[in-house]
């Protein structure tokens, strides 16, 4: 079993050096997206590559539009790009312009000349509760990233290290209030989105005591007390954040 084992590591080594030879080859790659049996194979992964190369423009022309609302602007049907202008403060260009990106990713739908619509994936950030709160927080995230070999090489002060206040060896008992307050909504906010599917994945059937460690603010905990009868439970977290459990849960 170790040799049979041991042949297919060297096989499939092979084959990894033979298909990155080809791939890394410019004539091949020209052949591959001419030749009819292997075109739609070559137009495929020249269209992962694509999304790669365009996945920081994508993120933030969603970001664009959470930011100015746009999602909200257009719940209520579609709206010509000059209404949206007055509406979003900017100028009927720049709306034209950030409309014709998100409709790319179906995030807008074209109503008409100069008109858009929420596309399904636009929709579908108005539909789930949080998503808006999680790509607003994702701009800390973008700033880090901005030199990402600087990031990979440890650097000492980051945007999100000042936003998780705890981390880095600093004194967790001594988090301000305020502090606490915006991390642990942020984290309300992504725990309301798996909350539902966790529990209905894994009931709690039978359980009669529930220990939630790093609970946060007791999303979790509270979804789970909903939908459980006869269920207490406990939340155990910073002496900050537990405050704010607290209170949401009396």
């Not at 906010?189 to 609970?215: F, I, K, N, Y």
């Amino acid at each position: 079993m170790a040799a049979e084992s041991g042949k297919l590591a060297r096989l499939r080594a092979r084959w990894r050096a033979w298909r990155n030879a080809r791939l890394a080859d410019p004539a091949f790659l020209d052949w591959a997206a001419r030749f009819p049996p292997t075109r739609p194979l070559a137009r495929r992964e020249a269209g992962q590559l694509h999304d790669i190369v365009a996945g920081f423009v994508y993120s933030q022309t969603l970001f664009a539009c959470v930011e100015l609302g746009l999602f909200t602007a257009l719940a209520a049907g579609p709206r010509s790009v000059e209404a949206l202008a007055a509406d979003l403060g900017l100028g009927a260009e720049r709306i034209e312009r950030l409309g014709q990106a998100a409709a790319a990713l179906r995030l807008l739908e074209p109503a008409g000349p100069g008109v858009y619509a929420l596309g399904p994936l636009g929709a579908a950030v108005l539909g789930a509760a949080g998503v808006a709160e999680m790509v607003r927080h994702h701009a800390l995230f973008y700033r880090d990233l901005a030199d990402p070999v600087a990031l990979l090489r440890g650097a000492p002060d980051t945007e999100l290290a000042r936003f998780w206040a705890y981390v880095g060896g600093r004194r967790t008992h001594d988090l301000p209030p305020d502090s606490a307050a915006d991390y642990s909504r942020l984290m309300a906010v992504s725990q309301t989105l798996v909350a539902g599917e966790t529990l209905a994945a894994a009931p709690l059937g039978g359980v009669r005591r529930l220990l939630d460690v790093g609970g946060g603010e007791g999303t979790f905990l509270e979804a789970a007390l909903r939908a459980t009868p006869g269920l207490s439970g406990v939340v155990f977290d910073l002496p900050a954040v537990a405050a704010r459990a607290a209170v949401r849960l009396a």
